[in-house]
């Protein structure tokens, strides 16, 4: 019996390796995938957190930068003449046209096409005065605080005597002009 008993804790000592062999096989591979599967996932946790912090200081850029252009967004905003308020736009024509010395009238005129949707209050002034004064009015229309566009300008001079243009009188030596604009709106 002592063959025999031999035999059998041989082979259960055997059984019992290859059963702890396989278990730790089986648990190794587990806790391996495991740990690759964890990585994995840390890894492009990594990955979002840095490009999150990357967008983060982006958007913190962005803050302070808006901030820096603000003063310069108002006065964009500011550049547009209020479109159902066209007086105030009105009343600095007619200051620039008193300050160049120039005799003015200035009416509110529509589009020549009305299916052409533009974006726009479109003005006639008629000025007379002398030639420096009309430039010096064009000057301080370019260079005033409202962006307007030029759509058109017709200059006469007049030499000697009265003449009579459009129920305007102009003056000798004087010019005559009229100035087509389109004041942008917003």
């Given at each position: 019996?002592?063959?025999?008993?031999?035999?059998?804790?041989?082979?259960?000592a055997?059984?019992?390796?290859?059963?702890?062999?396989?278990?730790?096989?089986?648990g190794g591979?587990?806790?391996?995938?495991?740990?690759?599967?964890?990585?994995?996932?840390?890894?492009?946790?990594?990955?979002?957190?840095?490009?999150?912090?990357?967008?983060?200081?982006?958007?913190?850029h962005s803050q302070?930068?808006?901030?820096?252009?603000?003063?310069e967004?108002?006065?964009i905003?500011?550049?547009?003449?209020?479109?159902?308020?066209?007086?105030?736009?009105?009343?600095?024509?007619?200051?620039?046209?008193?300050?160049?010395?120039?005799?003015?009238?200035?009416?509110?005129?529509?589009?020549?096409?009305?299916?052409k949707?533009?974006?726009?209050l479109?003005?006639?002034?008629?000025?007379?005065?002398s030639?420096?004064?009309?430039?010096?009015?064009?000057?301080?229309?370019?260079?005033?605080?409202?962006?307007?566009?030029?759509?058109?300008?017709?200059?006469?001079?007049?030499?000697?005597?009265?003449?009579?243009?459009?129920?305007?009188?102009?003056?000798?030596?004087?010019v005559?002009?009229?100035?087509?604009?389109?004041?942008?709106?917003?």
């Amino acid at each position: 019996m002592n063959g025999s008993s031999y035999k059998k804790r041989s082979v259960i000592a055997v059984a019992f390796v290859v059963a702890n062999l396989t278990i730790l096989v089986v648990g190794g591979w587990f806790l391996t995938s495991q740990i690759v599967s964890s990585s994995a996932q840390l890894t492009e946790k990594k990955g979002m957190l840095e490009a999150t912090q990357k967008n983060w200081g982006q958007i913190t850029h962005s803050q302070k930068e808006l901030q820096s252009i603000k003063p310069e967004l108002v006065k964009i905003d500011e550049a547009f003449v209020p479109e159902d308020q066209p007086i105030e736009f009105i009343n600095l024509l007619e200051s620039l046209a008193q300050r160049t010395n120039n005799l003015f009238e200035i009416s509110l005129t529509t589009v020549s096409d009305p299916k052409k949707k533009e974006d726009g209050l479109f003005f006639q002034v008629r000025l007379t005065g002398s030639f420096s004064n009309l430039i010096h009015f064009l000057n301080y229309l370019q260079n005033m605080k409202y962006r307007v566009q030029v759509r058109s300008l017709n200059i006469n001079a007049y030499g000697g005597g009265v003449a009579s243009i459009k129920e305007v009188e102009v003056p000798a030596n004087s010019v005559y002009g009229i100035i087509d604009l389109k004041a942008l709106t917003n």
